[in-house]
């Protein structure tokens, strides 16, 4: 009889990305590296196991928001005191925090339970060229092929 595979947390092994996202569209972007982030881009992944790798992008505020999203899409946050919805448009998000915004997009795509706070924490996203991981020896990654 067959059985299925099914990986064991220890038995792990993670690599370290860096994706550009330099005139890359945010969707397709954070669909891409929420895949990686989750290990669906190995033969050993299993749903209830974090078996994603760790991804570094930089060039966060150089990522592409399509049509008319930067003036048009909105994102919401409430203090939770009467009157204390706070709005603004993806294009002043893109502007102060870009990093924030593509954070955001990509933790969306992410399971919405422990699993997927485990596996949004292996991201790391730099809105410059620069980044601190250059000791875990992180591979380029060509995002155009998977989107």
Do not use: C
């Not at 881009?41 to 049509?67: C, E, M, R, S, W």
């Amino acid at each position: 009889m067959r059985t299925t595979y099914i990986a064991k947390p220890g038995e792990v092994e993670r690599k370290w990305y860096v994706v550009d996202a330099k005139d890359v569209p945010m969707g397709r972007l954070a669909s891409a590296v929420a895949s990686i982030l989750r290990g669906k881009n190995k033969p050993t992944f299993t749903p209830h196991v974090d078996t994603g790798d760790y991804v570094i992008v930089i060039n966060a505020a150089q990522v592409k928001l399509t049509g008319k999203k930067a003036s048009q899409k909105m994102y919401y946050r409430h203090s939770n005191y009467p009157g204390g919805l706070k709005q603004r448009t993806a294009g002043d998000f893109l502007a102060k925090e870009p990093e924030k915004l593509l954070e955001t997009a990509i933790k969306g795509m992410l399971p919405h339970n422990s699993l997927g706070h485990k596996q949004g924490l292996k991201l790391h996203v730099y809105a410059g060229e620069d980044h601190k991981h250059a000791a875990q020896n992180p591979e380029v990654l060509d995002i155009t092929n998977l989107i």
